[in-house]
């Protein structure tokens, strides 16, 4: 049984930061890769940072150079480090890990960027 939990959540200012995490429960976390989406209101669910086992990282446009993804152990999951917020970073934030059975999902996080 693979679990999800994402933490770190907040409302911040534009321009600020945030650290969300990401605990997984289950074997070989390290193998699969992870994954954090986000859904802002009214908007479809969109891919916005993976990492994979041999560490090669993907991104979203809209967050190159300013949000990054690590792996977290020992404590088996996922780091997103997210700098310079944008208004538009708003949403709820998803962990995801991807098995042979299929894709599991955290209960996500809220990330509220506001003045």
């Known amino acids: 049984q693979v679990q999800l939990v994402e933490s770190g959540g907040d409302l911040v200012e534009p321009g600020g930061s945030l650290k969300l995490s990401c605990q997984i429960s289950?074997?070989?976390?390290?193998?699969?890769?992870i994954s954090w989406y986000r859904q802002a209101p009214m908007k479809e669910r969109e891919l916005v940072a993976a990492?994979?086992?041999?560490?090669?990282?993907e991104y979203a446009d809209s967050v190159k150079g300013r949000f990054t993804i690590s792996r977290e152990t020992p404590k088996r999951g996922a780091i997103l480090q997210m700098n310079n917020l944008k208004v538009e970073d708003t949403g709820v934030y998803y962990c995801?890990?991807?098995?042979?059975?299929?894709?599991?999902w955290g209960q996500g996080t809220q990330v509220t960027v506001s003045s």
């Open positions: 289950g074997s070989f976390v390290s193998s699969y890769p």
């Open positions: 995801n890990t991807r098995r042979s059975s299929g894709d599991f």
């Open positions: 990492i994979y086992p041999v560490g090669r990282t």
